[in-house]
């Protein structure tokens, strides 16, 4: 089974990755136990990230495979899903 991730850039990370000449990657992740947890913190990450988007993978009940969901904040500040399907 897959833990449900979210894989961001921050401004943090970019910072990090220059300070460290390219030793660290600019990408920065995030483990969760549950999906559940993971939509109940996705509005705070959405909030802190430089790109206004974030990448989540996961597994699906019953599915082989991973699952990708690309989110984003929509005008009303609220996480919505731009994208989805099966890597």
Excluded: H
Excluded at 17 to 24: D, E, M, P, R, V
Excluded at 51 to 60: I, L
């Amino acid at each position: 089974m897959i833990t449900p991730q979210i894989t961001t850039i921050t401004k943090e990370s970019i910072r990090e990755a220059q300070n460290s000449y390219g030793k660290k990657s600019r990408y920065f992740t995030l483990w969760y136990k549950t999906y559940r947890e993971l939509k109940k913190d996705i509005k705070r990450v959405l909030e802190e990230c430089y790109e206004n988007e974030v990448s989540v993978c996961r597994s699906r009940r019953g599915e082989w495979g991973e699952w990708f969901e690309i989110w984003g904040l929509n005008s009303q500040r609220k996480p919505f899903i731009k994208k989805q399907g099966w890597q």
